[in-house]
Structures are given as structure tokens and as C-alpha cells.
């Protein structure tokens, strides 16, 4: 069965640049197209973007000029990188295989990033 | 973007009555050269991610209790829960991936009456 542990710095100061991983069990990385999602608190999702084992990527247009998504098939592993972040960026980070037709199914646990000072 | 509007965004059912959350989207979400509605519907639990409840519009994900249930199409949906359990408390979220970017509903949050 499935499983993504997502992992990275909990807290990020302004300015600077989020990393996230997201690591994959019972699957390769092969097999799906892979997202991020994230949930500020107390508020709803924003699909970030996705990425292919070949490396193509798609991005939603209100975070692509801040976001790259990256693969390394040899861990079993893609990765988020978001930078110039602000308070605004601070939520609940998940990673998540694309399903079908797009649908997300599991979902990681989620990481919080939190943007201060 | 295509834009997905939920109501409510609250809602209390007593225990065992039906609760039916409203999905619309701002443009069709049927696939004509299939006949497939691009729209699943999840459920989150406080301090937990979201569950995939339905996808389709209609088709229930294994494991899921059929008093889930899932139907409409072109832009309007519904998430019917039959008789309302006190583990269905969560806040609720459909999903269209019709096209990118992939967007969600705002969220409707169901209590107990």
C-alpha cells in the first residue's frame, strides 16, 4: 500500500526559499503523476502543481513564477521548492499521487511551513 | 481557472438524517468523448489530510460506506450522506480536474445537531 511521508524545515524566513520532500513507499515513482497541495490553517486546498517521472511539470499560474517541482527517481522521492516566500505561504504542505483522471489518492500527512522572522 | 462554489458552508443534521452538501462549477465538468464528470469529493477530519470519499462524480472509492453517495452533472453535484453517522463530522471538499489548475470548493463544514 501506498504511503508519502512529507519532510523539510518547519519554519522558513521571509524572502528565502521552502524545500520540501516528499518520499514514496509500496509504489514507484514511475507509475503516477505527482502533486502538491497545500492548506493554509484554517482554510481550504491549493493544488500547487505536478510533476512526471520524466520531468514534466505542470504549475498553477498563481505560484509558477515562485515554484519548481523536482524528481529523483532513485529515491523514490520528488521535491518542492517555493521561493521569495511570505506569511501568505505559511500552511499544511501534502504531497499526493494524481489518480485517473486527476483526483488525489492517498495524501500524505502534511508538513507545516510556517513564513516568520 | 474554473471556479468550484460549495453550499452551505455549515451545516448540522441530527444523527441518522440525510446531509447533502451542493457543489457547482463554473464551467462543465463533463467530458464529452467519454461521458465522464472530471469531479471527486473528500473528507477531512481535524488535524488530518484529506480522505478521497468519491471520484467521477458518482463512483465510490473501495472501502468507503455506501451511505456516501455522489451524483450530477455538467456543473452541478451533490454529496448525499444517507443517515449521518457521529465519525462523518468533517469538513467536506470537492475537487474538479476537468483541467489545470486543479481547484477545490471552499469547504463545508457538517456538525451534529
Known amino acids: 500500500q501506498m504511503q508519502l511521508q512529507e519532510s523539510g524545515p518547519g519554519l522558513v524566513k521571509p524572502s528565502e526559499t521552502l524545500s520540501l520532500t516528499c518520499t514514496v513507499s509500496g509504489d514507484s515513482i514511475t507509475n503516477y503523476y505527482w502533486s502538491w497541495i497545500r492548506q493554509p490553517p484554517g482554510k481550504g486546498l491549493e493544488w500547487i502543481g505536478y510533476i512526471y517521472y520524466s520531468g514534466s511539470t505542470n504549475y498553477n499560474p498563481s505560484l509558477k513564477s515562485r515554484v519548481t517541482i523536482s524528481v529523483d527517481m532513485s529515491e523514490n522521492q520528488f521535491s518542492l521548492k517555493l521561493n521569495s516566500v511570505t506569511a501568505s505561504d505559511t500552511a499544511v504542505y501534502y504531497c499526493a499521487p494524481g489518480q485517473g483522471g486527476g483526483w488525489f489518492d492517498p495524501w500524505g500527512q502534511g508538513t507545516l511551513v510556517t513564513v516568520s522572522s | 481557472d474554473i471556479v468550484m462554489t460549495q453550499s452551505p458552508d455549515s451545516l448540522a443534521v441530527s444523527l441518522g438524517e440525510r446531509a447533502t452538501i451542493n457543489c457547482k462549477s463554473s464551467q462543465s465538468l463533463l467530458y464529452s468523448s467519454n461521458n465522464k464528470n472530471y469531479l471527486a469529493w473528500y473528507q477531512q477530519k481535524p488535524g488530518q489530510p484529506p480522505k478521497l470519499l468519491i471520484y467521477w462524480a458518482s463512483t465510490r472509492e473501495s472501502g468507503v460506506p455506501d451511505r456516501f453517495s455522489g451524483r450530477g452533472s455538467g456543473t452541478d453535484f451533490t454529496l448525499t450522506i444517507s443517515s449521518l453517522q457521529a465519525e462523518d463530522v468533517a469538513v467536506y471538499y470537492c475537487?474538479?480536474?476537468?483541467?489545470?489548475?486543479?481547484?477545490f470548493g471552499q469547504g463545508t463544514k457538517l456538525e451534529i445537531k
Open positions: 475537487q474538479q480536474y476537468y483541467g489545470t489548475p486543479y481547484t
